[in-house]
């Protein structure tokens, strides 16, 4: 794998193999841009356009993929803090008076267990963002479509034999 991500690295350009490593760092598409050398005026369309390139998508998976290795992050132990998280929030607290005395009411932190359970469920794809559609549609199929199959069928006839 070393082998394999040094000939990718040899690929890209520098500014690149730089963007793809600061924004590993940063989590910030235009600060990394910035950061590898590219000017504040045009940092976010550059960024834009080298997130789209394969290759700089496969290095910055690489290294994110690399550091979580070496902090022993997994998604199982992701999920477990935050699921600990969501059920810490969820704990009824009582609350204190200025002495430190219970008054008889309750909180938890309803917004904290809310973000925990909404993470645990995006990742277990239970809420779709988008959906994608794949399909693969021809002219003809969408012109029959659109013109009513016969007629459509007769259009296309005549067009091939123009």
Known sequence: MED?????????PVKRRF????YCITLN???????????????AEAASRMLKDERVKKLIEEYMSEAAEKLGITQEKVLDALWSNAQRCR???PVLDREGNPIGQ????SSGANKALELVGRHLQMFVDKKEIA?????????????GGEIAGEVLMDDEEE
């Open 19 to 22: 963007f793809a490593a600061y």
């Open 29 to 43: 598409k235009k600060r990394a841009a910035i950061l590898a050398g590219y000017s504040e005026k045009t940092a």
């Open 106 to 109: 309750y909180k938890f932190d």
């Open 135 to 147: 399909a693969t549609v021809t002219h003809e199929d969408a012109l029959k479509k659109l013109m």
């Open 4 to 12: 394999q991500r040094k000939a990718s690295k040899k690929e890209l």
């Open 91 to 93: 704990q009824e607290e």
